[in-house]
């Protein structure tokens, strides 16, 4: 098992809540990654980031912000949580610059908004 | 970044069987790697393959690559229900920001 963690593991909400979704990692990569998924179906690349004080937008919009001020903390947050946001949240990292590197995952937060 | 495509989208086999599943990709690469996801949780990196090579093993799995095609498969030899998952390729070129995944095969191996 890679040493990288998400909080909380499940989480259901009412409409309008801020939420943030707690993801770190022990191994001192410098890149880090969420991505969405939805039950089947592909993840979808949310945000990125190449290292402290380094976010970027992935390929699916996303109301979600995230934050990098430490290089082993990648949190994300959502404003004003809606239904349309229910699905799964994957963070995962690596170690190099390069895009090929292997990636290392977190458990998941599945993220219920009622 | 560059999506990859697998194949088939299920597949159902019974315990000591193999099980083989194909990727497709689109542009040219300097890796591919597959991953696997147990219901419900992170992905596991199963095994990476890079361009000038054509074949890989890592205990039951052996992975080919064939980059004139633009393809990947996957064989699990001598499968067991612990290997029921989905399997995902992810093809990494230097263009891209991130791996792409799939929608992934899922793999139901039963006893």
């Known amino acids: 098992e890679a040493d990288i963690y998400q909080t909380p593991r499940y989480l259901v909400i009412g409409t309008g809540k801020k939420i943030t979704l707690e993801c770190s990692q022990t191994?001192?990569?410098?890149?880090m990654y969420w991505y969405q998924q939805d039950p089947g179906m592909e993840l979808h690349l949310i945000h990125y980031?190449?290292?402290?004080?380094?976010?970027e937008k992935g390929d699916l919009s996303s109301e979600s912000t995230v934050s990098r001020i430490r290089t082993e903390h990648f949190p994300l947050t959502l404003e004003s949580a809606r239904p349309s946001h229910t699905s799964q949240y994957l963070c995962?990292?690596?170690?190099?610059?390069?895009?090929?590197?292997?990636?290392?995952f977190g458990p998941g937060t599945r993220l219920t908004v009622l | 970044s560059q999506q990859g495509e697998e194949d088939p989208q299920a597949l159902s086999i019974q315990e000591g069987e193999n099980a083989t599943m194909n990727c497709s990709y689109k542009?040219?690469?300097?890796?591919l790697q597959w991953y696997r996801q147990n219901s419900g949780r992170g992905l596991v990196h199963l095994i990476l393959?890079?361009?000038?090579?054509r074949e890989k093993h890592s205990g039951r799995l052996r992975v080919t690559l064939d980059t004139s095609k633009k393809s990947s498969s996957l064989l699990i030899t001598a499968s067991r229900a612990a290997d029921t998952a989905s399997y995902f390729c992810?093809?990494?070129?230097?263009?891209?920001?991130?791996?792409?995944f799939g929608k992934g095969t899922t793999l139901s191996v039963s006893s």
């Open positions: 393959i890079r361009s000038n090579e």
């Open positions: 995962a990292s690596s170690e190099g610059q390069g895009v090929g590197d292997e990636q290392f």
């Open positions: 542009t040219s690469i300097n890796n």
């Open positions: 191994m001192g990569h410098d890149k």
């Open positions: 992810a093809p990494a070129n230097q263009a891209g920001t991130a791996l792409i």
């Open positions: 980031s190449y290292g402290v004080n380094s976010t």
